[in-house]
C-alpha cells in the first residue's frame, strides 16, 4: 500500500475548518424484504433467498413493504424530522454486479423524513447538535466475494462470486446537513453521533444495529475550507465505514490527508475511499458520482406513500423513552456526576448495568463490579465489556452473596476471575474454591488469640486507646484466614478479647 502523506493534526487545524456529512445506512429487522417477500434471515446459502422481483427479472412488480414504512416514520421522529404527507420512490440508475436491475429502488427529492436533528452529548458533556437532511427508504445492494486476491478486494483477486441475498433487504438511509463548527472535536463529533444514532435505532427496535455485522454503516464525507472562508472544499467520502472507533479514525485521517494535498498546492478529487481497519488509513476508491449521474426518476411501478396523519400521530404517541431522556434519568435515579454516567457510556456497560439490576443487584453494585473488576478484565484481554464471559445474573448473584456476607470484595474478586475462567456458575466457583467467608466465632477466635500472641506490642497500644491499630491485627486474621475471615466480626472480637470498649 502506498503511504499517504499526513499534515499533522495540530496543523491542519491551524489552517482549514473541516466540515463533514454523515449518512448512515440501518437495516431495518423485518421478516422480508423491502419489495417482496422473500426472508432477511441471515446465514442462508447464497442467492437461496431471491426472487423475480428482487433479482429485476422481466414483467415483476414490486410491493412495499408495510413495516419497513413504520419503520421508516418512527426513525424520522425520533430524529425530530418531519413527516411526508406523499412521497414516493425513484431510480437510482448504476451499473454494478451487486446491482441485478441495473438500478437501486431509493427515494431522491421526495423522502419520507426530512428537516431533523439529533443532539449528541461529547465526553466531557458538552451537547451538540446535528442537523439531519432527510430520513429515506431504499433497498440494499447484494454482496459481491473477490476470491483470490490478499485483501479481499476487486484488485488482485482471480475472481469474484456474487450472492443476491441481500438484494433488496429494506435500508433507511439517514443524511446530516453539513456539520460546521466542531473544529478539532469534528471526529469526536463524529462518532457521538454514530454512537447516540445506533442507540436511538436499537431503543425503536427498528433493528438490531450490529456494526460489525454490517447492520449499520457510515459514509464519512470531509472536506477543508481554509479559515474565514463561506465556500466549501471538495469532499471525499470513505464508504461503509463499520465501527465507532474507525468513523472517528476516518473523520481525523481525512482531515490529516486533505490538508497535506491542500498545503502543498494540491487539489483534492471528489471521489469515495476504502478504510482500512489495520492502520486507520483510507485509499482511492473510485470518482464519486453527482446526483445527475445517477439519471433519478419516480418509480413507475410502485404508488406513491401517503401516511394519514392520525397514524404518524398515533405512532409518535408510541414511540419508546429515547436514549438521552432515558440516560438523564438513570443518572439522577442513581446519584451520579456527569462523568461518572459517561464513563459507564464509554465502557459499553449501561445495558449490561441495567441487566444485572433487572436480575437483582442494587444499582451501586451492578455499577461497581462492571466499572471495576470486569472493565479491568475487558481492557487487559482486549475485548469489549458485552463479550466478556459473564452474564448480568452472575454478576447479579456476586453482589447478592457480597450482601449477604458470605463473600467479601476480595473473594467476591476470586469468584469472578473463577467465573470468567470457565469454572461454573458463581456459587460452585464458590464451593470449588473453598471461599466462603468466615464468620464463625470458634474460628474467628482462634485466628485471634494467635495474631495477638504474635503482635504483643500492637495489642498493648490498642489496650492503651489507640483502636486505630486494631486494624493491623484484622489484617493479620485476614492473613490467617486467606482474606475469608468477616472483617467486622474479627474487629468486634479483637476489641473485646483485649477488654477495649469499640
Known amino acids: ?58 414483467g415483476a412488480l414490486p410491493v412495499v413493504n408495510a413495516v419497513g414504512v413504520e419503520s421508516a416514520i418512527k426513525i424520522g421522529l425520533a430524529l425530530n424530522c418531519d413527516i411526508a404527507q406523499w ?46 437532511e432527510r430520513a429515506h427508504m431504499e433497498e440494499d445492494t447484494g454482496k459481491s466475494l473477490h476470491v483470490g486476491g490478499a485483501t479481499g478486494r476487486i484488485h488482485g483477486a482471480s475472481h469474484s462470486l456474487l450472492d443476491y441475498n441481500r438484494a433488496g433487504i429494506p435500508l433507511i438511509e439517514i443524511v446530516t446537513k453539513p456539520i460546521e463548527g466542531a473544529g478539532a472535536r469534528a471526529p469526536e463529533v463524529a462518532k457521538a453521533y454514530v454512537a447516540e444514532l445506533r442507540e436511538l435505532i436499537k431503543a ?100 406513491p406513500v401517503a401516511p394519514a396523519r392520525d397514524w404518524v400521530e398515533e405512532l409518535r404517541a408510541g414511540l419508546p423513552e429515547l436514549p438521552r431522556l432515558r440516560r438523564k434519568r438513570l443518572q439522577e435515579s442513581w446519584g451520579i456526576a456527569d ?79 473463577g467465573v470468567l475462567a470457565g469454572e461454573g456458575d458463581p456459587d460452585q466457583v464458590v464451593d470449588k474454591r473453598g471461599l466462603k467467608v468466615v464468620s464463625d466465632d470458634g474460628a474467628l477466635g482462634a485466628a485471634v488469640d494467635e495474631a495477638i500472641a504474635a503482635n504483643a506490642a500492637i495489642a498493648d497500644k490498642i489496650r492503651g486507646g489507640n483502636l486505630a491499630a486494631a486494624g493491623a491485627l484484622i489484617g493479620a486474621v485476614m492473613k490467617l484466614t486467606r482474606g475469608q475471615a468477616d472483617a467486622k466480626r474479627v474487629r468486634e472480637l479483637v476489641l473485646e478479647k483485649l477488654g477495649v470498649q469499640g
Not at 9 to 38: I, N, Q, W
Not at 101 to 128: H, M, R, W
Not at 345 to 363: F, H, K, M, P, R
Open 1 to 58: 500500500m502506498t503511504v499517504t502523506e499526513l499534515l499533522s493534526y495540530e496543523d491542519a487545524l491551524a489552517s482549514y475548518d473541516p466540515v463533514m456529512g454523515l449518512e448512515v445506512h440501518v437495516e431495518l429487522g423485518t421478516r422480508t424484504k423491502m419489495f417482496c417477500g422473500c426472508s432477511t434471515e441471515l446465514g442462508a446459502d447464497p442467492n437461496s433467498q431471491t426472487c423475480p422481483t428482487c433479482l429485476g427479472l422481466p
Open 339 to 417: 462523568h461518572e454516567m459517561q464513563s459507564v457510556l464509554n465502557a459499553g456497560a449501561l445495558d449490561l448495568i441495567l441487566a444485572t439490576i433487572d436480575e437483582g443487584a442494587d444499582a451501586a453494585s451492578a455499577r461497581k463490579w462492571w466499572m471495576g473488576e470486569l472493565a479491568r478484565h475487558a481492557n487487559e484481554s482486549g475485548t469489549e465489556l458485552a463479550d466478556v464471559p459473564i452474564t448480568p445474573a452472575q454478576v447479579a448473584r456476586v453482589a447478592a452473596l457480597v450482601s449477604a456476607g458470605d463473600l467479601n470484595d476480595k473473594l467476591a474478586r476470586q469468584v469472578i476471575e
Open 87 to 132: 412521497c414516493r420512490f425513484a431510480r437510482k440508475n448504476y451499473f454494478y454486479p451487486d446491482m441485478p436491475k441495473n438500478f437501486q429502488t431509493s427515494q431522491y427529492d421526495e423522502p419520507i423524513a426530512y428537516n431533523g436533528y439529533l443532539d449528541v452529548q461529547l465526553e466531557d458533556g458538552e451537547v451538540f447538535r446535528v442537523q439531519i
Open 204 to 303: 425503536l427496535g427498528v433493528s438490531e444495529a450490529r456494526m460489525e455485522q454490517g447492520q449499520m454503516r457510515c459514509d464519512v464525507n470531509l472536506s477543508l475550507r481554509p479559515h474565514g472562508r463561506e465556500k466549501f472544499g471538495t469532499r471525499s467520502e470513505t464508504k461503509n465505514v463499520n465501527s465507532l472507533r474507525s468513523v472517528e479514525r476516518a473523520a481525523r485521517f481525512e482531515i490529516q490527508r486533505h490538508a497535506a494535498v491542500l498545503s502543498s498546492g494540491g487539489t483534492i478529487l471528489q471521489e469515495t475511499r476504502h478504510f482500512h481497519e489495520e492502520d486507520g488509513s483510507t485509499t482511492s476508491g473510485r470518482i464519486k458520482e453527482e446526483a445527475e449521474d445517477y439519471r433519478y426518476f419516480p418509480e413507475p411501478d410502485l404508488v
